[in-house]
């Protein structure tokens, strides 16, 4: 039987979360002002483009939103594993939604 070993780092965890927060903040911020697309296509001379990606943003609304809630869902996940890992490396109990689930 062999054992396996795992390392993890909490802040390239960190880092990720960040990730996804920004690209969450990103599509809510284009469902919010599809009108930014259009302009700075247009701003580039592509009126066509313009026209294009707000259609795309209408068509894709719902689809934007649930992207929008799935990054922020990771986020918190892989806050929560950082914190987690943080804790069990100073031999704490985490605080938070993750000590709830060690509680159950």
Known sequence: MSEVAYSVVPDALELEAQVAERAADAVRDLRGHPGVLRGRARECGDD??????????AAWDETLGDLAGEATRWQVLLRMAADTYRAAEA??????????????
Request: cysteine-free.
């Open 91 to 104: 031999g704490a109990v985490p605080s938070g939604p993750a000590s709830w689930l060690a509680q159950r």
């Open 48 to 57: 066509e483009l313009g026209d294009a990606l707000i259609a795309m943003a």
